[in-house]
């Protein structure tokens, strides 16, 4: 498994107490040490939030910086504008950038993706097409056709896969 928060590292699990509960998270040693040094403060965003900003309170909610710090969770969507100074830098630690990338694919992919549809397509017809060279008793095409489709099946799959 990989680190929750780097995503790149193997990680282990360590067990952690948050509010009276325990709770189980997947990071690499480095991430572990810089998230939780071991010092009086405790919450696994503590390292994130200063010192002495925890009396500062959401308008809407009321929720705190300290109540953040504890839990990790902010309480309605408000707390994002009260509180943007300070998550900015813990939005970027644990997601790597600030600006939001968007789902599409990017590059190649949307190519990628119509050449292996057409192959899939094209590895049914040749299907069909075998079942009825075969029906016909015509064993030359047939065999043509079996050629043909273990190629597609090799360019879909990396092997011979699925006659």
């Known amino acids: 498994m990989l680190c929750a928060c780097c995503g790149k590292n193997a990680a282990r699990e360590y067990r952690r107490k948050s509010d009276g509960k325990e709770i189980v998270i997947e990071l ?10 071991e010092r009086e403060e405790s919450g696994f965003f503590a390292s994130f939030v200063g010192a002495g900003e925890g009396a500062k309170r959401c308008p809407a909610c009321g929720t705190t910086l300290e109540d953040f710090r504890r ?40 190519e990628q993706y119509d050449l ?4 899939v397509h094209e590895q049914e017809r040749l299907r069909e097409r075998i079942k009825a060279a075969e029906a016909d008793g015509d064993d030359f095409v047939a065999k043509k056709l ?18």
């Not at 690499?28 to 040094?37: A, I, M």
């Not at 694919?105 to 949307?110: F, T």
């Not at 292996?116 to 192959?119: A, F, W």
């Open 146 to 163: 079996k050629s043909r489709l273990a190629e597609i099946n090799r360019r879909l799959y990396g092997g011979e896969g699925q006659a």
């Open 116 to 119: 292996i549809r057409e192959l």
């Open 28 to 37: 690499c040693p480095s991430c572990y040490e810089k998230l939780y040094p």
């Open 71 to 110: 839990s990790g969770l902010l309480g309605c969507a408000q707390c994002y504008t009260a509180f943007r100074a300070q998550l900015l830098p813990t939005v970027h630690y644990a997601q790597g950038n600030l600006h939001h990338e968007g789902k599409s694919p990017s590059g190649r992919a949307d």
